[in-house]
């Protein structure tokens, strides 16, 4: 009788389940998108930004077309955060050139106009994008899903766009409390869906950006980053227990070692910023570290780029960790660098 042929475990699951392996994984974040000259190319296909993101065949064309080139150990679901405003009913697009455009949130009555529960069905193109992507994708690829977190997601929402500091959504909060809360709980139980049913269409593992953590003081980074994250993670794993999660607080500094603990994430991925020696000293050996190689090292090459690698594999070696770039991949970025990385990592045994 014919047996099911048993996927093998990734080595990206096999370090987040805390194998040391001598050689790394590796993926960069944002590793889809116009530092490739064929992405560049099949974006033009599509009007906007965001129909791009919802067209299944293109969506996940952009997924694989890195791994095509260069082998990475796991793919990326390209997709983007903002689509789960979008899924509760906020207007969102992007200009070219100038990022994100979502129509504020000033006041009550801007937030009344939200759905209570994210529209899962608006996103059905995501979960068939994950349908495709895993069919094409070689058995030793991981696939990552992923959202933002519940404080980044609504720091657009509330200021529309990106600003330096996420300040409009830094003063609702403090003017607003109960009903900032209330966007975070809806966010929180939106995420948990969302990351649901993308584990449920194929993807081994999620990450959770949290870009703007690091313009939180203290007690708002409590409220407003750790808690949100460690009740989405919570939820995820009672509704997928095997799941796997990454969780990126960027800019997160000291508030790390408490971040690693209480979120329950399975990893933590570090931004340019965090000195790895205190890292691994500091943070519960059973979380696993991924990071965080500047990305303009990156895009300068040569040897400040090699010594830059090695000093974080050096530091690292002996504990289970994910190489990845500090922040996501620079569109100046040349394609050689890339290779060059891959090669320096790879060659150690
Ligand atoms: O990593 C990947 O390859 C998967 C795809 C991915 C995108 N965005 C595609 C994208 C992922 C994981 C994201 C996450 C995302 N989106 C974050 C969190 C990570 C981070 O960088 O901090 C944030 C804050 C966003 C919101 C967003 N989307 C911004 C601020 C912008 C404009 C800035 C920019 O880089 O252009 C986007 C647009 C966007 N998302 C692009 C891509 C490839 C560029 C748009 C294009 O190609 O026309």
New binding site residues.
Partial sequence: MDRPVERPATKLLRVLDGEATSVPPIWL??????YLPEYRVL?SKAAS?LEFCYSPALAAEATLQPIRRFGFDAA???????VVPDAFGQKVS?E?GS??RLSPIDNREDFRRLRETIDLAHLDPVFETIGIVKSALPADVALIG?C?APW?VASYMIAGQ?TPDQAPARLFAYREPALFQELIDRLVAGSIDYLARQIAAGVELVQI?D?WAGVLPPAEFEHWCLEPIRAVIAGLKVRCPAAKVIAFP?GAGSHLMDFAVRTGADAVSLDTSVDLTWAADRIASDVVLQGNLDPLALVAGGDSLRKSIAGITGTLRGRPYIFNLG??ILPETPITHVEALLRQIRSQA
């Fill in positions: 974040m944002r590793q889809a998108g116009r974006r930004f990326i679901l390209f997709s983007d955060i903002l992007f070219s990022g994100p992923f933002g980044t990106g950006f870009s960027r922040h996501g």
